[in-house]
């Protein structure tokens, strides 16, 4: 069974203050990704990973960044929090074989900034 | 660029009714992927189905199937003999193959709710 795991579940942050929103799969997926979703809308693309080391820009990078150490473990990192930050994240992972076609996502981060 | 469009912001149907969903995509690629999610109350992503822009063929999967209207850049989930517990939040996200990032670009989603 696919496997992505998101911690933690929820955080309430500082405006200012640092968040560090992780991921975890047990797919050996080589790419993942970071979503946020905002009430009443679908999820949109924040940042990517083909594979442990790299890093990828999404549709919304602005304000975040990302870390992929190991094949298993991918960060989303916001250096300066901002309300405007308070959403829904997900992480997903997926493979690269056509053969294999969905992504698999984790149960999501609610994330409130104040 | 991309761009999903589900022109639905709600549905409803009757316990055992066929339930219809609708979805229109922008892209400037010939390979692409059509993935339909389901978001439960919870928040969890279920896939239920997809459908590639070289098969002509309609996807079907137990309950749910599509029908890919190409030309018109549009695509419909079809959901047969709908059940209360098929109630929630259904997305359309589109996947370009060219580059194989597996990248999904989202509608904004139907929440359909089937009564008993």
């Known amino acids: 069974e696919a496997a992505v795991t998101q911690s933690p579940r929820n955080k309430v942050a500082v405006t200012g203050g640092k968040v560090t929103l992780s991921c975890n799969q047990t797919?050996?997926?080589?790419?993942m990704y970071w979503y946020r979703q905002d009430t009443g809308h679908g999820l949109r693309l924040i940042h990517y990973?083909?594979?442990?080391?790299?890093?990828e820009k999404g549709d919304i990078p602005d304000g975040y960044k990302a870390s992929r150490p190991s094949q298993e473990n991918f960060s989303l990192i916001l250096e300066l929090a901002t309300p405007s930050q308070t959403s829904v994240y997900f992480c997903?992972?997926?493979?690269?074989?056509?053969?294999?076609?969905?992504?698999?996502f984790g149960a999501g981060t609610r994330l409130s900034v104040l | 660029a991309q761009r999903v469009t589900q022109v639905q912001p709600t549905g409803s149907s009757q316990w055992g009714e066929e339930v219809t969903l609708d979805c229109s995509y922008e892209?400037?690629?010939?390979?692409?992927?059509i993935f339909w999610y389901r978001q439960l109350f919870s928040g969890e992503m279920v896939f239920l189905i997809y459908q590639p822009s070289f098969d002509t063929q309609n996807q079907r999967s137990g309950r749910y199937s599509v029908v890919f209207q190409k030309s018109f850049k549009s695509i419909s989930l079809v959901i047969s003999a709908s059940q209360p517990e098929d109630s929630g939040t259904y997305f359309c996200a589109l996947s370009e193959l060219i580059t194989n990032t597996g990248k999904l670009t989202f509608g904004d989603g139907t929440v359909l709710t089937v009564k008993p």
């Open positions: 990973s083909y594979g442990a080391g790299s890093t």
């Open positions: 997903a992972s997926g493979s690269r074989d056509l053969s294999q076609n969905t992504l698999y």
């Open positions: 797919n050996n997926h080589n790419n």
């Open positions: 892209t400037s690629e010939y390979f692409y992927r």
